[in-house]
């Protein structure tokens, strides 16, 4: 299982990109391999204003419903429009190619609030 | 919670166990999408020796099944296997099962893993209470392993195995013979719409009887599939699963069953209940729906018409099949046999479903 060392991550098994304001978002390898193939992505619209610890989106696998929640508040800038019609790039690059959302922070967030890669991992290998 | 004899060989393969009606189970092992498609395309053998066998023999055992299912049983003759069901007075079901007739004194019946106690308990209760003195029932679940061995390559994975005549071996037909020197039933049953066997051996054969299969079939694209294509499966030819198209307080007449309900064998239990259902005309219909937009219908998620809740979906899925959303939906009578428009409540959205006919594959 991947936890690359550049993102930060949340309890919700969801991964942080920090460049400059911008915060892009997507699901971790680990959250992707709970829920198996997945088969469709529903996310927000640009322009939407997310709040932290809100839903935006949801991850369906063959057999289950997951929200996926906003980490950090703040306006939809971008989102991955191949997602919706290839889910499965979810299990295939869930750091990369499936990234779902990209955020401009409303507020200056502190990242020592998420984890590292090493704790993150330790979360759930505790799990 | 129960294990199967299987038990070991899912966390050695490294499946993923979740719980299922009392059971530790696999519930997928490569990922629901490739063992689907495995069993469609060649083969994939499943564990399901949760499931249960009761034994009913005895003179009376023909007519306590008679009185007893809903389908007839009469129908049948030695070798012969009949998918049926176990009704309350009030034509709501007890169970679904499939009825193996031995001999004219002697049936085995494969019920749900969840319903074993009950259903074991329900059959005495109606032994008792109708006066069926020359009748055993014996609940045989533990002695059993079973494995179902799925797909269009199935009869030529087991043929390499096994004397048996598979080839003179119908569908829904059974025997007893021996595969890789165990003795077992040979059923050409299954739950998948593919050729395919399910084999009741000793619990304790189940694990070499496993290996013996896997590593026959394995050259022939036979991988283990869990119960999450098991349930994919079935939904694409609109098998019904007791507890979501069939419970309780639904009649097989509501849940497209009235092929295996015989109205006309004579009385069995709850047959007075159905008959004056259908004389007042029945008010639910079990339909199937197949979505063209994006959307994943779910069970319990509302069917929506001109504005209004109609019913509700007791089965949906992704089809990998298909790779589209289908259900199975249980709506009112007159709406189902309506051409009006049908949506399914999907969160906050409303998806528009087309009525279609089964199986979807």
């Known amino acids: 299982m991947d936890f690359p060392d550049e993102l930060k991550y949340t309890e919700d098994h969801e991964w942080i990109l920090m460049e400059e304001e911008v915060a892009t978002i997507g699901i971790t390898d680990f959250a992707q391999e709970q829920l198996g193939d997945v088969v469709f992505v529903e996310l927000p619209e640009v322009g939407d204003i997310l709040e932290a610890g809100k839903s935006f989106g949801v991850v369906e696998s063959v057999k289950a419903v997951s929200d996926v929640y906003a980490p950090v508040s703040g306006e939809v800038v971008e989102i991955n429009e191949e997602l919706p019609d290839e889910p499965e790039v979810l299990n295939n690059s869930p750091y990369e190619d499936g990234w779902m959302i990209k955020l401009k922070l409303s507020e200056a967030i502190a990242l020592e609030g998420f984890m590292d890669a090493t704790a993150y991992q330790e979360f759930v290998e505790k799990d | ?361």
């Not at chain 2, 022939?220 to 307080?249: C, F, M, Q, S, W």
Request: hydrophobic share 40%; charged share 20%.
């Open chain 2, 1 to 361: 919670m129960q294990t199967t004899p299987l038990n070991q060989i899912h966390h050695q393969l490294g499946a993923r166990m979740v719980e299922f009606g009392g059971w530790e189970m696999p519930v997928q092992y490569s990922g629901v999408i490739a063992e689907h498609l495995a069993v469609r395309n060649a083969a994939g053998l499943f564990d399901v020796s949760h499931m249960g066998e009761i034994e009913v023999s005895g003179s009376q055992a023909f007519a306590f099944l008679q009185y007893a299912t809903t389908n007839d049983v009469s129908s049948l003759i030695d070798g012969q296997v009949q998918y049926t069901a176990l009704c309350y007075e009030t034509g709501g079901v007890v169970d679904d099962l499939t009825l193996y007739r031995f001999a004219e004194d002697r049936y085995l019946l494969c019920v749900n893993a969840a319903n074993i106690d009950k259903d074991f308990s329900w059959l005495l209760d109606v032994q008792s209470r109708h006066n069926f003195s020359q009748l055993n029932l014996v609940n045989r679940s533990a002695e059993f392993a079973q494995l179902a061995l799925q797909g269009p390559r199935a009869a030529e994975i087991l043929a390499a195995l096994t004397d048996a005549d598979l080839a003179e071996l119908k569908y829904y037909h059974f025997l007893e013979g021996r595969v890789a020197g165990m003795e077992m039933i040979i059923s050409r049953t299954g739950y998948t719409g593919e050729d395919g066997f399910e084999l009741y051996c000793a619990s304790v054969d189940g694990p070499l009887l496993w290996q013996k299969l896997m590593t026959a079939g394995e050259p022939l694209g036979l991988v283990p599939i869990g119960l999450g294509a098991r349930d994919t499966l079935r939904l694409e030819k609109g098998y019904a699963l007791y507890g979501h198209e069939i419970n309780a307080e639904i009649i097989p007449l509501e849940a497209r069953l009235a092929w295996i309900t015989k109205l006309k064998k004579g009385d069995f239990i709850g047959r007075d209940s159905m008959l004056k259902a259908k004389e007042a005309g029945l008010t639910r219909k079990l339909i199937a729906l197949s979505l063209t937009a994006s959307g994943v219908p779910r069970e319990g998620y509302p069917v929506i018409c001109e504005g209004h809740d109609v019913g509700y979906v007791t089965s949906g899925t992704m089809s990998p099949s298909l790779k589209h959303g289908i259900a199975l939906a249980l709506v009112e009578a007159e709406v189902a046999d309506s051409e009006k428009i049908l949506e399914i409540g999907i969160r906050k959205r409303q998806v528009v479903a087309q009525r279609t006919t089964l199986p979807f594959v």
